[in-house]
């Protein structure tokens, strides 16, 4: 029950806050200026880029194993910290280059995807 009332209070706030963005435009760390002060709205500020970054590496270290269990199929290979770093990596130099590196990124990767499911990687014994 403690759960089900603490979410409902975190949707509340977050969809209040999602609400005034949408109006005004901002984004939530702007928004939160008016509540806490420039000073104040640091602190969520912090608390949101440790959050953005731990499920970064969450998403990688994801990566990493799928990358893993494909080569370490293929090759023998396996190394699930390297290629969790190398997976890691790719989203950084992503984030830099911005829409025009997904863009340029985008049709290597249709093409992996389409010759790992060609060649069967992944298939059930």
């Not at 880029?49 to 199929?73: D, F, H, K, P, R």
Request: glycine share 12%.
């Amino acid at each position: 029950m403690i759960i089900v009332v603490g979410t409902l209070l975190g949707v509340t706030a977050l969809s209040l806050v999602g609400s005034m963005g949408t109006r005004t435009g901002l984004p939530t760390m702007v928004l939160s200026r008016a509540s806490f002060g420039v000073r104040g709205g640091k602190l969520p500020a912090v608390l949101n880029l440790g959050v953005l970054m731990g499920w970064s590496w969450i998403q990688a270290l994801l990566a990493g194993i799928t990358v893993n269990y494909a080569v370490e199929t293929l090759t023998g290979f396996s190394s699930i910290p390297l290629f969790t770093i190398l997976c890691q990596s790719i989203v950084v130099l992503l984030a830099l280059f911005g829409h025009e590196g997904i863009e340029r990124v985008e049709p290597i990767r249709i093409n992996l995807s389409d010759s790992s499911l060609l060649s069967g990687v992944g298939e059930c014994e």
